[in-house]
């Protein structure tokens, strides 16, 4: 059978402070399963991509839901609590529930050309930056004589 050890356990002097860490980190000292607290990530670009990888252990990839309202990125995702049958649960402690992360993109990404793919418990999303937002150079030309440019004439009218 398994057995959770606490070396800071109750007989410790110092168990009630690290119950009190635990407890201002939000893991509550428990062995009970918790809800999620977040969707760690990285985003960085590379070449003419934005790439974010969102860390999502666990989850069946059926739960995870990409949206896209204007320029922001919604994903969601759930993690389920096991149902064992006739199981009596001696430490539950990896988190379950829903995970929501928001992103507002920069107007600069084709969020039309957006591909997602789901790996090891890694969300990968891969943006390409726009074509009108890709540096470009620009050919200056050469003339000998100034050039004119026409417009209206505007005449002053006398009070």
């Given amino acids: 059978m398994l057995t959770a050890y606490d070396p800071f356990g109750s007989a410790s002097p110092l168990s009630s402070a690290f119950r009190a860490l635990d407890q201002l980190a939000g893991r509550g000292g428990t062995t009970t399963a ?36 204007g320029t922001t990125l919604t994903i969601s995702a759930e993690r389920s609590v096991p149902q064992l049958e006739g199981a ?47 540096a470009r150079k620009i050919t200056v030309s050469r003339t000998d004589t100034p050039s004119t440019i026409e417009g209206t004439q505007h005449q002053a009218v006398e009070s």
């Fill in 34 to 69: 918790r809800a999620l607290a977040g969707m760690p990530m990285d985003a960085y670009r590379v070449g003419d991509q934005f790439v974010a990888h969102f860390d999502l252990p666990g989850v069946d990839p059926g739960s995870i839901d990409l949206s896209i309202e």
């Fill in 88 to 134: 009596e649960w001696a430490v539950a402690e990896r988190p379950f529930g829903s995970y929501t992360r928001q992103l507002v993109l920069g107007r600069s990404l084709d969020t039309d050309r957006l591909e997602a793919s789901y790996h090891d418990g890694v969300l990968t999303v891969s943006i390409p930056v726009a074509e009108k937002a890709k």
